[in-house]
């Protein structure tokens, strides 16, 4: 273990821990670019290195660039990485009433608290903690994407029927393409490229990214509000609000590694999970949405927490516990080396160097962090907005583009721009339809697979209500729902009783 | 003479070609650029991995580099579908699969046609395999036929998605062990062995390659080689056990259509050259991929032997 | 306002077009295959319906939309036509013109020429920055 501390802290393994981490974050912080594509472009880079350092460079990368899409999210509205959706909820409306730095300050320390926890997890008890992955069968999949989609009733407060029209919307779009389960050509119109379906990641750019940069050229307001010189980076105060939320800070930080332990759920399904529990559990519901750093602080926390809880079903079992991963796999075995789990017991001097590799980048990310987000700030609340605009323009191009080298995404992501842009005319956000989009799959499947399984034993009923992983997120679900109306009277009540003290 | 043991025969064929030109002088120059490489599936698949196998020695054999993209979706068939829309130059290549593009365009319409797929060499193919848990009850293959004889449609065979390879593998065990199984569709072989793994279903419809990856996890109960695959020595194939099913998914390199013939034929020479390289060959199989040649000039033979052992697979799905 | 020319009215008709386009479409597909579609189309009619009906009885305040249209419409017309053109003009040319474009399209007021000529200069780095970022460091083969 010591021998494995040291040659992770060698110099080159460092500085590729430090480039991994800078050049990670900047490709996250660029709307539209995500931490897949950071890792898939440079995994070519890793096959001249060792092994360990080929790992480090690339978990580097990851963590670093599921960071940086916190900064498009909070100073643009943009979440151009699934990860991020979570964060701009709160994070925007920070930056918009002038706190963009504190926000920004704050998610940095949130992730790497997250990125630790996920760390640490990985290196302690990787091996049975993988087992949360194989107790998750098709049925259990599915009750998770419908506590997503529950969701939708709670993120759309006040509107809670368009809301739901969006996620139905969402779930529409995610059925396009060539079906997993019945092998159906649904909704393509012919065209070749929709029979992949909608990829998640040029749709992202275009339901979130098109319509703030349309509606930022609607009038002359600035984009967010300016820094008010002389007050650095707000640490001291970001530390404190991180303080009085540290409950909310470790519970988002666990969620995040098990959400990462799970191979079809990943970033985007972590922040949410994470951001929904804190707005239940908080005394202060009505302040999520509008700007509340507990909001940032549980999503940043989780979605960095899932990069070391990825790795757990990864090297443990051979199982990529998010997208980045099953890259990194691929990468592992062009390298020759075997996952499962005698890797921990073969390779262990590979594994735990590479663990602690993990460790240094994510603790590095505090320094980088805060100066590339101090710089972002700077930048964002600086520029005019007639070159923030076509400066965007060029970005959510090549994001989409890059994504598969593909034109026709380039087409779809402005074409579901436009879309999105009119329905939030009529009153309709985007984040259902997103929830939709990127839950839909996941419960269709499951729900399939499940009544194929259910309906093979003979037990269908069985199957989907009664196994208790299952019964447990039944459970919340339910709690998620139902939570709101309850407070609500009890608020109502106390309000009552006051006016009549 | 089966697909599987053409090599010498091929080895015969690269001396003919080089010394039949018109274009020779094309053929020598090419490749005079970076190659683009499609796959159509993620990268970390099989596909990807075999590609970037393959990669270090296409590079060192033409002094180019050789750009591997990836363009997943619908197993495929978005790539395939775009495939003679590219340069027809021999600088973008397209990784392919049989049977998946004889399967796909007979199931749905989608955007191609078995006979648009150029295909100029199949490198190896990936043996189809019978994986279970290594708790599971199912010791040997016979163990599984036994159960799903006395309850049909109970056992549950996990595969890559409907209509797909995977599919046609479970309705081609169930033809010919005169069994009924039920199939769960999954998104990707890895997803199927993860639910094997996790107990869900009783056995995975997938590949050798698979079996090898979960290592002692699981037990291979049969695999669709010729002979013992070298990096599972105690999985026995489906021959040993008394059936008659060699195959899996045999992964060949395509290009887009007007591609010059001599082009076609150096490219197909470069592949088999690689193919021919102890050390790529030791990786492949210690992954439990198996090599296999079959160049240029066997692909239409090859083709139609495929297209008719599918035959019968494909019209049951069809009228499933 | 005459509650008739409500604006929900307006997408509870396109949105009820949708749904039964899709549940049109689903009665094509297999079993498993339809389930998925005949959810979401069902609940984008039953949507359709209750949004209809709550705009005929309460007629619901409507978020206020600030700002011109004309403005994001034209920023709409750019990107589409930047985003067909890609394929066409290549990733530098396109882009160039694109982004120029669109920094016309958002000047709020008369700028001086110097100030759109700094502006032009520096999103034409951005740009060349970005081709060089993909199209030679990491090996994204741009059009």
């Not at chain 1, 339901?207 to 002389?230: F, K, Q, S, W």
């Not at chain 1, 499951?446 to 003979?458: D, E, K, M, T």
Request: with cysteine; hydrophobic share 50%.
């Amino acid at each position: 273990m010591l021998d494995a501390l040291l040659s992770a802290a060698t110099p080159f393994n460092l500085m590729l821990a430090l480039v991994g981490v800078v050049l990670g974050t900047v490709i996250g912080a660029l709307p539209g670019l995500s931490a897949t594509m950071a890792v898939a472009v440079l995994v070519p880079f890793t096959f001249t290195m060792d092994p360990a350092s080929g790992l480090i460079a690339l978990g580097a990368v990851y963590t670093g660039a599921i960071y940086g899409g916190a900064y498009a999210a909070i100073l643009v509205n943009t979440p151009g990485t699934p990860a991020a959706i979570a964060t701009a909820l709160d994070g925007f409306p920070m930056a918009k009433r002038g706190d963009g730095d504190l926000a920004v300050t704050i998610s940095c320390f949130a992730s790497a608290f997250g990125g630790m926890v996920g760390a640490l997890a990985l290196l302690v008890v990787a091996p049975p903690l993988a087992t949360i992955a194989l107790k998750f069968g098709p049925v259990e999949y599915f009750w998770l994407a419908i506590f997503g989609l529950s969701l939708i009733a709670v993120l759309s407060k006040g509107a809670t029927l368009k809301g739901l029209i969006g996620g139905c919307l969402g779930l529409g779009l995610s059925t396009i393409g060539s079906a997993v389960v019945g092998g159906d050509v649904r909704f393509t119109f012919g065209n070749p490229v929709l029979l992949g379906g909608i990829h998640i990641i040029p749709a992202l750019i275009g339901l979130y990214c098109v319509p703030v940069l349309l509606n930022m050229v609607a009038t002359d307001d600035p984009h967010i509000e300016r820094a008010a010189t002389g007050r650095g980076t707000r640490i001291a105060e970001a530390l404190g609000l991180m303080w009085r939320s540290k409950v909310n800070l470790v519970r988002s930080s666990v969620v995040g590694t098990v959400v990462g332990i799970l191979p079809a759920a990943g970033g985007a399904v972590a922040g949410l999970v994470a951001y929904s529990e804190a707005r239940r559990t908080s005394r202060h519901k009505d302040q999520f949405g509008k700007g509340a750093a507990d909001g940032v602080i549980a999503s940043e926390s989780a979605n960095s927490a899932t990069v070391g809880g990825g790795f757990v079903p990864t090297l443990v079992l051979g199982i990529p516990g998010t997208p980045p991963d099953a890259i990194i796999l691929g990468a592992l075995m062009v390298q020759g080396i075997r996952v499962g789990p005698q890797l921990f017991v073969e390779q262990a001097s590979t594994v735990y160097t590479f663990i602690f590799g993990l460790l240094f980048a994510t603790v590095l990310m505090i320094p980088v962090g805060l100066m590339i987000g101090r710089t972002a700030f700077r930048t964002i609340s600086s520029i005019p907005k007639a070159v923030l605009a076509p400066a965007i323009g060029v970005l959510i191009m090549i994001g989409a583009f890059a994504v598969e080298q593909n034109p026709t995404h380039v087409v779809m992501m402005v074409a579901l721009g436009a879309m999105a842009w009119v329905l939030l005319k009529f009153g309709f956000e985007a984040s259902p339809i997103v929830l939709g989009l990127i839950l839909g799959p996941i419960a269709e499947q499951g729900f399939v697979q499940g009544y194929l399984i259910g309906n093979a034993s003979g037990n269908i009923w069985g199957e989907f209500f009664g196994r208790p992983i299952s019964i447990a997120i039944i459970g919340f679900t339910l709690l998620t729902l139902l939570w709101p109306l309850w407070s609500d009277r009890k608020a109502r009540a106390t309000q009552k009783g006051s006016l009549y003290e | 003479m089966t697909p599987l043991n053409r090599r010498q025969f091929g080895q015969g064929l690269i001396a003919v070609s080089a010394l039949s030109a018109p274009g020779i002088l094309r053929a020598q120059s090419f490749p005079s650029r970076a190659i683009n490489y499609i796959i159509p599936f993620n990268p970390g698949g099989e596909s990807d991995v075999t590609a970037r196998f393959q990669q270090p020695f296409f590079e060192a054999i033409t002094g180019q580099s050789v750009v591997i993209q990836s363009k997943p979706g619908a197993g495929g068939a978005t790539a395939w579908a775009q495939l003679n829309g590219f340069e027809p130059d021999g600088h973008t290549i397209m990784n392919t699969i049989v049977p998946h593009t004889v399967l796909q365009p007979a199931m749905k319409d989608v955007g191609y046609q078995t006979a648009d797929i150029n295909n100029v060499f199949f490198f190896h193919y990936t043996p189809d395999a019978v994986v279970v848990k290594a708790d599971s009850p199912y010791q040997s293959l016979q163990d599984l036929i036994d159960d799903a004889k006395a309850n049909p449609g109970r056992v549950t065979f996990g595969g890559s998605g409907t209509n797909t390879a995977n599919h046609l593998a479970s309705e081609i065990f169930a033809d010919m062990t005169d069994t009924t199984t039920t199939y769960i569709p999954f998104k990707g072989s890895a997803p199927a062995m993860t639910a094997v793994l996790g107990g869900q279903i009783a056995a995975a419809m997938s590949y050798t390659t698979q079996g090898v990856k979960a290592g002692e996890q699981v037990r291979t109960l049969a695999v669709a080689t010729n002979e013992r695959v070298a990096a599972l020595p105690d999985a026995p194939t489906f021959k040993e056990l008394g059936f008659d099913h060699v195959g899996g998914a045999y992964r060949g390199v395509a290009v887009p259509a007007g591609t010059p013939g001599d082009i076609q034929q150096r490219l197909s020479d470069i592949l088999q050259e690689i193919n021919a390289t102890p050390d790529f060959q030791a990786q492949m199989t210690a992954a439990g991929y198996e090599v296999i040649d079959v160049p240029l000039a066997d692909i239409p033979a090859f083709i139609k032997e495929r297209k008719a052992a599918y035959g019968p697979a494909i019209e049951r799905l069809k009228s499933a | 306002m005459n509650r008739f020319l409500h604006r929900d009215i307006a997408a509870a008709a396109g949105l009820l077009a949708l749904g039964g386009y899709a549940l049109w479409e689903a009665q094509s597909m297999s079993v498993f295959g339809a389930i998925f579609p005949q959810l979401a189309g069902a609940g984008m009619v039953l949507g359709a319906i209750l949004l209809a009906l709550r705009a005929l009885i309460w007629s619901p305040a409507l978020p206020t939309n600030t700002g011109t249209v004309l403005r994001p419409l034209l920023m709409l017309a750019a990107l589409a036509a930047w985003a067909i053109l890609l394929p066409v003009t290549g990733f530098v040319a396109t882009s160039v013109v694109g982004a120029g474009v669109c920094m016309i399209i958002a000047q709020q007021h008369a700028v001086p020429f110097r100030t759109l000529a700094l502006q032009g200069a520096g999103l034409t780095a951005l740009v060349l920055l970005v081709a060089l970022l993909f199209g030679r460091l990491l090996n994204v083969p741009l059009p």
